[in-house]
Every structure is written in C-alpha cells, then in structure tokens.
C-alpha cells in the first residue's frame, strides 16, 4: 500500500508543477512526469510476488508468470508519451521565437 | 523486493521536486533525467524486461532534444509569488484531506501489492502461446489479440509527427 | 551546428554500425525475447541520432533527408495497414487482422504467423518517426534561429 502511495504522490507532484509554475518548460517537465507515474501504477497492480516475466522458454516450464496485458499497454503508452512531449516543445520553441520569453503571463497580448 | 521499491520510489520523487523548484533550467532538465533512468529500473525490478528497453531509448532521446532547446534560450526562472491569505492556507489542507480520504476508499478495494488475483489473464496465458504461436507472450498480445490498440499508436505517433513539421513551419514555406 | 572531437568522430564510425545491427536483432527476434518492434526502432533512430550529433550537421544536405526519411515512414504505416487487410481478403475467419500464415513451433525464428512482419513494419514506422522528428527541430534550428 505504500507503493501506491509513493505513486499516486508522484503523480500529485507533477500536477503541482503544471498548475503553479509560470516557466513554460517547467509545465511541460510536470506533464511528463505526470505521464510517468500513471505508467508505473498500472505495472504495479500487475505484479504478483515470486512471478517471472511472461515469456517461455524451453527451461522455464511451470513457473507463475507476471500479468502480461498491463505490459501490452503501457508500452504503446510510453511511446504516445513521446510523441506529446515532442509536439508541446515544437510548440515552446515557437512561442519563444515570437515573444522572446518562455513566461506563460507575457504571451497573451495577440500581436500581429 | 518492496523495500528496494521504495526507496527508488522516494529517490524519484526527490528528483521530481528539485526537477521542479530549481533555478536555473539546465539543471531542471538534468534533474528530470533522474525520474525517467529511475523509472528503467522500476520496471527491472517489476519483471518487465520489454519496457525498459523502450523506456531507456525514449528517455535518452527526449534528454537530447530537451537540452538543445533550452541551450538556446535565456535559461533564467521566473519566480511565483504565494498568495499569504487565510484562505489559500485552508484551501490546501481540504485539498490533502480529500485526497487521503479518496485514496483510502478506492485502494481500499485493490487488492494489496503482490497478490494480483489474473481472473481475466488466465484466458490469455494459458492459450495465448498455443494460439498465437509466439514464446513471447507481450508481443502475441500487442500485435494478434489486440491489433487494432497498436494501429491506433501507429496512427498517434504518424499524428504527432506532421504535427511538428505543421508548427514550425518547414513545408509550404513560400 | 558542428561536431565533436576526432576522437568522438571515429568511435562513431566503429560503433554506429554495431548499434544499428542490435537494433535489427532486436526487432526481428521481438516473438522470442523481449524486445520487438517499439524498442528496435527506437535503437534504430538512437544509431543516426549519433551519427547526427558526432559529425555536425553542415556534413548532411538535412533537407534530402529528412523529405527521405518521410517517405520512409509513410510507407512502413501503408505496409501495416496492407498486411492487416490481406488477413481480411485471404484469411479465414474475414476480419481485420487475422493471422493467416501458418504458425509454426514455438520457438523458432520463423514462426508465429504474421507478426514477424508486424514487428519489421511498426519498428521501420518509429525510427522513422523519431529520425523526422529530429531533423525538423535541427533544421528549424539551424536555418531559422540565426
């Protein structure tokens, strides 16, 4: 129980530094770290104590195996994290060009 | 096993604070590296030898590209002021009392770690090698029960990449 | 942007290509160890992302590559969706995605049906990806930002 604990505070973390932080970089390592976390807690609910990783093998007869679907989908999952990440700093280097700055209370006047 | 765990668990949460409350951007990026290699080994230690070699290579790459944006940049910090009201102050202590009480009910029905009871992945162990003909279980199920899921991540992926030469303007430029 | 030291550069010459021969490994034996087709290309686009860094980017002509590498991952996504479709047309229960080729034993490299060219196809797609993705923030570095 503590693990999930850990996890769930890791995920708060991130949320505190998307909501407060003012440096457009800081929201974006927030988001990512927020993406991590969510990862992590689904292997953890997958985990059963004493099992190997799902695949067989000629030496490997009857063992108890870790559960395989939450495995399936995190991994499709870490590269979609990515693929945003990439996207978000496409855009802050844009944002910087335009503006000068990465602070987030600067760029709203809609300049031509 | 729980107790190496944890303790790589705390390691991550430090460096996701500091990641967060440094100074100087370098050294927030850097910090930042700390969560994502402690990660790899999380998932070492959980039995899932597939992810971590995805984890360590997207880890690396998005290290490389984060550092040559903001080496080109002022790498100064903004500082945020606090409100010092009264009410902000109770505000936070409603919010970590609701947090605890929600994670106390919804954990509360999980069972507790390491005990997974596989009620629906015994239909896809037990069969799942003799029907997909693939020793790796992993893959028999991304590419042949579940096909549909990794088009969508192909699409996703395909998705973000024109998005990117869509917003920094490469093609069409005239 | 320019590159390293010559002592980087030829280090780089030695390993980028037993870089890029792990990563095939890793792709095509994706049905028998861990690994498959995300982690291969990952390695894949790891291997020119060296090659990249090490020797500068005045040494490449980065737009003919990067309109390459484009190409590259259009068609590895056309050839997925191709190989879903035929499991339509030829296999024998209709649907999308059907694993028509037979299977053989567990165990061997040329087994399983359908996925090791699943997993050739998605890996082509993601190091192209990651290789595009790169080039365009270099580019738009090196051109734009003067």
Same mark, same amino acid.
């Given at each position: 129980m503590i693990v999930y604990f850990l996890c769930i505070f890791l995920f708060l973390v991130g949320l505190y530094g998307v909501v407060t932080k003012r440096n457009l970089i800081k929201i974006v390592i927030g988001l990512a770290i927020m993406e991590y976390s969510v990862n992590l807690f689904l292997i953890l609910i997958g985990y059963v104590k004493g099992g190997t990783a799902p695949i067989l093998s000629n +030496?490997?007869?009857k063992r108890v195996f870790v559960d395989p679907l939450p495995q399936a989908m995190v991994l499709t999952a870490i590269v979609i994290g990515l693929a945003t990440t990439t996207l978000l700093l496409a855009i802050a280097i844009r944002i910087y060009k335009k503006?000068?700055?990465?602070?987030?209370? +600067?760029?709203?006047n809609l300049k031509g | 096993m729980e107790l190496l765990l944890i303790v790589l668990l705390v390691l991550m949460i430090g460096g996701a604070i500091f990641s967060l409350e440094a100074k100087d951007l370098l050294s927030a990026v850097i910090a930042y590296g700390i969560v994502g290699f402690g990660l790899v080994i999380c998932f070492l230690l959980l039995q899932a030898p597939d992810l971590a070699l995805v984890q360590i290579v997207i880890e690396a790459i998005t290290l490389i590209i984060m550092i040559a944006i903001i080496l080109n940049s002022t790498r100064e910090e903004i500082k945020t002021k606090w409100p010092k009201t009264i009410v902000f102050v109770i505000g936070v202590f409603i919010f970590i009392g609701l947090f605890l009480y929600f994670f106390n009910r919804t954990t509360g029905t999980l069972s507790a770690f390491?005990?997974?009871?596989m009620r629906m992945s015994k239909a896809y162990i037990l069969p799942g090698a003799g029907k997909t003909?693939?020793?790796n279980l992993v893959t028999g199920v991304i590419f042949d029960y579940r096909g549909y899921d990794t088009l969508g991540e192909a699409t996703i992926l395909f998705t973000a990449v024109i998005g990117v030469l869509t917003v920094l303007r490469l093609k069409g430029r005239k | 942007m320019k590159g390293m030291t010559v002592i980087v550069k030829k280090v780089t010459q030695i390993v980028c290509g037993i870089i890029f021969l792990y990563g095939i490994y890793i792709i095509i034996h994706g049905h028998l160890t861990p690994g498959g087709g995300f982690a291969g290309g990952a390695i894949i686009a790891g291997a020119f992302i060296l090659l990249i860094l090490a020797f500068?980017?005045?040494?490449?002509a980065l737009k003919k590559e990067e309109t390459r590498s484009s190409i590259m991952e259009s068609s590895a996504i056309l050839i997925f969706l191709i190989i879903a479709v035929l499991g339509m047309v030829i296999?024998?229960?209709?649907?999308?995605?059907?694993?028509f080729l037979p299977k053989g034993t567990?165990?061997?490299?040329?087994?399983?049906?359908?996925i090791p060219l699943y997993n050739i196809a998605v890996g082509m797609e993601v190091a192209a990806a990651l290789l595009t993705i790169f080039l365009a923030l270099l580019i738009y570095r090196d051109e734009v930002l003067k």
């Open positions: +030496e490997v007869t503006y000068g700055t990465f602070d987030i209370r +600067e760029i709203k | 390491g005990e997974h009871v003909g693939s020793a | 500068g980017s005045e040494f490449l296999g024998v229960g209709g649907v999308f995605f059907v694993n567990i165990g061997e490299l040329i087994s399983a049906g359908v």
